[in-house]
């Protein structure tokens, strides 16, 4: 009868145990947890080495400047162009060639740049596209002119179709009349 008096104790033992709150210790294992993680490449911007002196460079050369997912976005506004045209005027040019001599050394020497025209939703669609392609192609030509290669700019044109300001005021439109220059990360 030892061996039953000594189960009932156990039992009444574990009864206690429970009751009361304690508990004897178990070596259990921890489950493995697996962290998920979710990388949005679409919105991250990877800063390519340079980008950011090339960016001071740029600021004091007097031109609004970003880093963007693409490289240093150079906004060279409208006002550079006669209302409706796309001949660049003198004060143009000096900043284009301005811009070229410093995309022509050190590191930046060899990246592609691309050259984009934009215009504001005056006038008809298709002559704002004309118009958009017409403003890239001349600061691609002063370019061309200043000492950079061909074969390192893409050109493209977009018209009304990519404001970065309302169109319904002055001051919007002439902000949407511009041709962008990147200096593209390699």
Request: proline share 3%; glycine share 8%.
């Amino acid at each position: 009868m030892v061996n039953g008096n000594l189960s009932k104790v156990i039992y009444l033992g574990a009864i206690i145990f429970v009751l009361t709150g304690c508990a004897i210790p178990v070596k259990q294992e921890a489950p493995e947890v697996k962290e998920e993680v979710t990388v949005n490449v679409k919105n991250a911007i990877v800063i390519d080495p340079g980008n950011e002196s090339l960016l001071t460079a740029i600021q004091r050369k007097g031109f609004s400047a970003s880093i963007s997912a693409q490289g240093v976005v150079v906004n060279i506004p409208g006002l550079f162009f006669e209302f409706g045209s796309s001949e660049l005027v003198f004060k143009a040019r000096e900043k284009i060639r301005s811009l070229a001599s410093l995309v022509q050394s050190g590191f930046v020497a060899t990246r592609k740049l691309a050259v984009v025209g934009h215009t504001d939703s005056v006038g008809d669609q298709n002559f704002n596209m004309s118009l958009s392609r017409t403003r890239a192609e001349r600061v691609m030509d002063e370019l061309i002119f200043s000492g950079i290669r061909p074969d390192r700019i893409n050109l493209s044109w977009f018209g009304e179709t990519q404001p970065i300001a309302s169109n319904k005021n002055s001051s919007g439109r002439a902000r949407n009349r511009r041709v962008e220059f990147i200096v593209l990360n390699n």
